[in-house]
T-cell receptor, first 113, second 109 residues
């Protein structure tokens, strides 16, 4: 079945370490997104990509980096510059130019200690 | 950017009750998402609607484009309906979404 796979589900890291979250989709979607979710807040957009080798900053990109070397993959790196990295991270994908088919992954809960 | 407000923030009800969750947005849109987030965190798309009403099982979603308002109803609620329900609307001209803060629904047996 087509879908989005995020791994790992839970991730623990020490403060000051970079960590990379994986997101893979087999839906042949052009666009991919990374969102962050904090308690009591709506999902906020970190980065998005509409085509391979191109990506744009979202509303809260500081302290994060991404790459889009393949259509299927959009990994997110949480760098040591991110001041409050502990959060739930969701990856999503969609067809370009269409609001339909927006699909979410199951998320990664990152805890920095 | 579209602003999205959901109400109530938390809702606790007895099994079998009729549930209504509301979503209002500030800028006219072409369509709106209703999403369900289970305790494990994964999000599932329930509905995407651009007008009128859609029904799937015990779930009904309505939207009034003129009033910039949508509702999600659950009939004959069940404990397995306990989840966070989120509405999301597009930002004009792109596929990026703005999300409400969600309604945490708890159904007590």
């Amino acid at each position: 079945d087509g879908g989005i796979t995020q791994s790992p589900k839970y991730l623990f890291r020490k403060e000051g370490q970079n960590v990379t979250l994986s997101c893979e989709q087999n839906l042949n979607h052009d666009a991919m997104y990374w969102y962050r979710q904090d308690p009591g807040q709506g999902l906020r957009l970190i980065y998005y990509s509409q085509i391979v080798n191109d990506f744009q900053k979202g509303d809260i990109a500081e302290g994060y980096s991404v790459s889009r070397e393949k259509k299927e993959s959009f990994p997110l790196t949480v760098t040591s510059a991110q001041k409050n990295p502990t959060a739930f991270y969701l990856c999503a994908s969609s067809n370009l130019g269409s609001f339909y088919g927006y699909t979410f992954g199951s998320g990664t809960r990152l805890t920095v200690v | 950017k579209n602003e999205v407000e959901q109400s109530p923030q938390n809702l606790t009800a007895q099994e079998g009750e009729f549930i209504t969750i509301n979503c209002s947005y500030s800028v006219g849109i072409s369509a709106l998402h209703w999403l369900q987030q289970h305790p494990g965190g994964g999000i599932v798309s329930l509905f995407m609607l651009s007008s009128g009403k859609k029904k799937h099982g015990r779930l009904i979603a309505t939207i009034n484009i003129q009033e910039k308002h949508s509702s999600l109803h659950i009939t004959a609620s069940h404990p397995r309906d306990s989840a966070v329900y989120i509405c999301a609307v597009p930002n004009f001209g792109n596929e990026k979404l703005t999300f409400g803060t969600g309604t945490r629904l708890t159904i007590i047996p």
